[in-house]
């Protein structure tokens, strides 16, 4: 390990792959217990015995809750309880178990509780492998306003011992001038924001000259804005985080991926399923988070990504995610009818021959053209038809269907795939 190389910051970091499997498995049954307990997840759980959900194949046995189903199981209980019954949090009127400190709304809307525990959403660990320490004065550019993004990076920062000037988002002049007065050590916000202010300080001869890191998400931070960034000074990195889950993965000064939080299990699907999909191909993310306060399981975040092979450069020692890759949810509308990614997986399904499939659409609005690629080693006469026969029955639509060799099709998670000349 390098100099340059932030140290890893607890030995959870450092542990052996074994040591740190049986750890999430052992903590894995309890937090089921604690679902379980909830009246939102009484039903989806009548069945399951916490104590054997305790390997990665019988954590595949609970079905995957998606954004969008989190979403409308809190509407239907709006005015009643904003958390759909799937949280231990909340206050007197909910007669919730334990108070939460706050409450946020993020685009949906979906409500998200907090509880009173140091670090909350885990971002210690993030802002700690960017080079962040105690004694530092953060920056935070993201928003203080209904979503809990400024909150997760500022009980991180306070949880090693920074102090925080909660910027927020926009008045850019303001920003600036309290940069100039305050000095700050580093920035959390967004790439653009944080470039948005760079370029204004420019502009007017503004020097900065302590700011040297910074910790960036909630959007792509594509590599030639690190180097943009680093002619500028300042050494940034990303966290992949959300609103509902607090840190999933974060860089590292390896830049080689990002690193998985010690408090998640991670499993990738094949868009549309919640069947794992293999090491290093691109599917969705689904994370189960160790919270018995918010127990979370099996949640479908709709990004994409991958598996990278082999520990971080670093010393690190957990699984490492290629970072966020797209978006998992790829419906898409032909001729007045919904396609979406789980009709695909059932067709391959139905036809154990098949491996993987992406289905292609062409062609001008309301004149499309639908084909299903399909990999498959096998010679199985009559394959061909058959697919494109449970294409039909599972659509209601016809598409013609291509057969490819093991390996043919690009690994990039894309299920559908729209090609079609909307305007």
């Known amino acids: 390990m390098t100099a340059t190389m932030h140290s890893p910051w607890d030995r959870l970091e450092t542990r052996s792959a074994d040591e740190r499997e049986t750890a999430l498995l052992s903590a894995l049954p309890s937090v089921v217990q604690a679902a379980k307990a909830l009246p939102g997840w009484a039903a989806s759980l009548a069945d399951i015995d916490p104590a054997a959900i305790n390997t990665r194949a019988a954590l595949t046995a609970l079905p995957v809750l998606r954004k ?58 993030a802002l700690h492998a960017a080079g962040f320490a105690a004694g530092d004065l953060v920056h935070n550019s993201f928003s203080y306003h209904l979503t809990p993004g400024a909150w997760i990076m500022e009980s991180g920062a306070q949880a090693l011992g920074c102090t925080v000037f909660p910027g927020g988002v926009g008045n850019s002049e303001l920003q600036l001038q309290a940069m100039r007065d305050l000095q700050p050590d580093g920035y959390v916000g967004t790439p653009s924001f944080l470039r948005i202010l760079l370029e204004k300080a420019e502009q007017i001869q503004l020097a900065l000259p302590g700011l040297k890191k910074a910790l960036l998400s909630g959007e792509a931070f594509p590599a030639a804005l690190r180097d943009w960034l680093a002619q500028r000074g300042v050494q940034a990195y990303q966290a992949y985080a959300t609103a509902d889950l607090g840190l999933v993965a974060y860089e590292t000064s390896a830049r080689e991926g990002l690193v998985l939080d010690e408090g998640v299990i991670l499993e990738i699907v094949r868009p549309g399923t919640g069947d794992p999909v293999p090491e290093g191909e691109v599917g969705e993310l689904v994370v189960t988070v160790l919270n018995l306060d918010y127990p979370l399981l099996r949640f479908g975040t709709g990004d994409l990504s991958a598996v990278l092979p082999g520990p971080c450069p670093t010393g690190r020692t957990n699984t490492r995610i290629k970072g966020w890759m797209g978006r998992a949810d790829q419906t898409a509308k032909v001729r007045g009818m919904f396609v979406h990614p789980s009709q695909i997986a059932e067709v391959l399904k139905r036809h154990p021959e098949a491996s993987r499939a992406r289905l292609v659409v062409e062609g001008e609005m309301a004149n499309d053209r639908m084909t299903l690629h399909v990999e498959s080693s096998s010679s199985t006469p009559g394959l061909q038809e058959a697919l494109a026969h449970s294409l039909r029955e599972l659509t209601k639509l016809r598409g013609d269907v291509v057969l490819h060799a093991p390996g043919a099709l690009a690994n990039d998670g894309r299920v559908i795939e729209d090609l079609r000349k909307l305007g």
């Open 68 to 125: 969008n189903e989190l979403q409308a199981l809190q509407q239907a209980e709006s005015g009643n309880d904003p958390f759909a019954g799937l949280s231990a949090l909340g206050w007197r009127r909910l007669g919730a178990a334990r108070r939460a400190r706050r409450v946020f709304q993020s685009p949906g809307p979906i409500y998200e509780p907090e509880s009173a525990a140091t670090d909350y959403w885990r971002a210690a660990r």
